[in-house]
C-alpha cells in the first residue's frame, strides 16, 4: 500500500510540475533513478500524440479551446516572430535544446509547437523529441544526484 500511494503521489508531480519537479521527488521518496528515468521518458513520449492532436484539431474537436485558439496569432503574425526565425535557424537541433530543456516554458509542449510550426516530418519530429526528452531526463537525474553528492545526501532507493 505504501508503494503505491508513493507512486501516486509521485504521478501527480508528473503533471503538476513536469521533470524538473517529477525527477526529483521520485528519488527523494526513495524510487530509484533509472526507474525514475525510463517512467519520466515514456510520460514524455506519450504526450507527443496529444500535443500534435491539440495543435492539429484540438480548437475545432474541443469546444473550450476555440475561444483560446481565437486569441492566438495569426500565421501572418507568427511568420514575423522572432522566436520563429530563431526556431527555423536552429532547425531540427531547436526541436531537440527545447525538448531538453528542463524547465517551464521547455520541454515536450513548447518542442512540439516548433516542430508543429516547422512543419517537421512527423515521424523525424517524434525521434527528435525523443532523444531531446532522454537528454533532458539525463540532465536532471544526473544533475539533482550531483547535487546531493555535494552535500553528501544519500537517499536510500526502496524501489
Do not use: N
Request: glycine share 12%.
Amino acid at each position: 500500500m505504501k508503494a503505491l500511494t508513493t507512486f501516486l503521489i509521485f504521478s501527480l508531480l508528473y503533471i503538476v510540475g513536469s521533470r524538473i519537479v517529477f525527477i526529483p521527488a521520485g528519488m527523494a521518496l526513495g524510487i530509484g533513478k533509472y526507474v525514475v528515468l525510463v517512467v519520466v521518458f515514456l510520460l514524455d513520449i506519450l504526450q507527443i500524440p496529444f500535443f500534435f492532436f491539440l495543435y492539429e484539431k484540438g480548437a475545432i474537436k474541443i469546444k473550450f479551446l476555440s475561444g483560446l485558439y481565437a486569441k492566438l496569432p495569426t500565421k501572418e503574425q507568427m511568420e514575423r516572430s522572432g522566436l520563429l526565425k530563431f526556431a527555423r535557424s536552429l532547425g531540427s537541433f531547436g526541436v531537440v535544446l527545447t525538448a531538453a530543456i528542463p524547465a517551464f516554458g521547455g520541454g515536450m509542449w513548447t518542442a512540439v509547437l516548433i516542430s508543429y510550426i516547422l512543419k517537421i516530418d512527423r515521424k523525424k519530429s517524434i525521434v527528435l523529441l525523443a532523444i531531446g526528452s532522454l537528454i533532458g531526463c539525463l540532465l536532471v537525474v544526473y544533475g539533482f544526484e550531483g547535487i546531493l553528492g555535494l552535500f553528501g545526501i544519500h537517499i536510500p532507493v526502496r524501489f
